[in-house]
């Protein structure tokens, strides 16, 4: 069964930048469609991007376009997020989900999920 790890996630000032990594296990990522969600308390979980298995699809969500790049790493079964000119209102939990559809940005219909890491944008 696949596990999915997501790790990256810190404290950064406004303008800076992050990435995110989420690594499988148990099986190949490249089979599946990628996804990045993150959550906060007061707005719930929100798609921000996916990735199709073969990479031809990719979709965001409206407030992280031209900021926040998904991207996959074969070799080290890896999604990676990358994400930058962060803003204070991107402090959340990011987690990573992997077997759903990639049509759009990502609803919250995905299979297998990670734990998360903490995002958090401060100076």
């Known amino acids: 069964q696949l596990q999915l790890v997501e790790s990256g996630g810190g404290l950064v000032q406004p303008g800076g930048s992050l990435r995110l990594s989420c690594t499988g296990s148990?099986?190949?990522?490249?089979?599946?469609?990628v996804a990045w969600f993150r959550q906060t308390p007061g707005k719930g979980r929100e798609g921000i991007s996916c990735?199709?298995?073969?990479?031809?699809?990719?979709h965001y969500e409206d407030s992280v376009k031209g900021r926040f790049t998904i991207s996959g790493d074969k070799a080290k079964n890896t999604v990676y997020l990358d994400m930058n000119n962060l803003r204070p209102d991107d402090t959340a939990v990011y987690s990573c989900?992997?077997?759903?559809?990639?049509?759009?940005?990502?609803?919250?219909?995905?299979?297998?999920w990670g734990q998360g890491t903490q995002v958090t944008v401060s100076s």
């Open positions: 148990g099986s190949t990522l490249e089979y599946f469609a």
């Open positions: 990735i199709s298995h073969n990479e031809l699809s990719i």
């Open positions: 989900a992997a077997e759903g559809l990639c049509l759009g940005p990502p609803d919250d219909e995905y299979i297998y």
